[in-house]
């Protein structure tokens, strides 16, 4: 597209050029200006061709990142639900319930170890000399935390979090749970997801349809931005390591 372009000018200046000096003079100021013009529209088009993949990707980079955000908080969200009543939750109204209310168990672990009685005495052996001892892990709960407090951090983003952070865009993610069965083992496995036809839906199509088809380690693959899996064993993100550093937190 660039490419022809810039041959499409070349070609007009090269005729403005010839006119100037092979056709009368009374021709030449309709003509070049018409010229002169198709000139200035392909340079338009090339400044486009040029500027518009840049602002769109400035733009789409701002809005990922927004969006990534709250899908981290959505995997928190869920991982702590895992961690407390086991599997995942389906429905955004019940996982906020569940950080407000819920509270995570503040644990010690201690190793401890004792004379295997009924070993010792079927071989003989006495634990002053040696002999069999148990090893043991102790856990002790030394009190309780709110799981809000713990993940968000005294703030409540995570009532919004199920909101796409995108101007003029009222939807949310979608959001999905449930068991998969894999190689006889069942697991628990969630899906959160929005797609980036809504993410970028004011910007230009041609783009658009593009970045939908991405596949690379750069940048974010398919027409989905995502954070777990129902058809595998995955709670991370579709999103390059770019959107995992600190300024993107």
């Known amino acids: 597209m660039i490419i022809y372009i810039v041959i499409g000018i070349i070609l007009s200046i090269g005729l403005v050029l010839f006119l100037e000096k092979f056709v009368p003079k009374k021709f030449n100021p309709i003509i070049s200006i018409i010229l002169w013009a198709v000139i200035v529209y392909l340079g338009y088009l090339l400044y486009n061709s040029i500027q518009g993949p840049i602002e ?7 809005r990922y990142a927004k969006v990534i955000k709250n ?37 010690q672990r201690r190793d401890t170890s004792y004379p295997d009685v009924e070993k010792n005495v079927a071989f003989g052996l006495d634990p002053q000399d040696g002999g069999y001892f148990v090893e043991e892990v102790i ?43 894999k190689n006889g083992t069942i697991y628990s496995v969630f899906e959160s997801r929005v797609a980036k036809d809504v993410i970028l839906a004011d910007l230009d199509k041609d783009l658009l349809a593009q970045e939908k088809q991405v596949i690379s380690v750069d940048g974010v693959n398919g027409p989905y931005i995502k954070v777990g899996s129902m058809d595998e064993v995955d709670t991370s993100g579709n999103w390059p390591k770019i959107y995992d550093t600190d300024d993107n937190q």
């Open 56 to 62: 769109f990707n400035k733009v789409k980079e701002a």
């Open 71 to 107: 899908l981290k908080d959505i995997k928190a969200a869920q991982l702590a639900f895992q961690e407390i009543n086991g599997g995942f939750m389906g429905d955004f109204d019940s996982l906020v319930r569940f950080i407000d209310t819920a509270q995570f168990a503040v644990i």
């Open 139 to 181: 856990i002790d709960t030394l009190g309780f935390t709110p799981v809000k407090d713990s993940i968000y951090k005294g703030t409540d983003r995570y009532k919004t979090m199920m909101n796409i952070p995108v101007e003029n865009v009222s939807e949310q993610f979608e959001l999905k749970a449930g068991k998969l069965d």
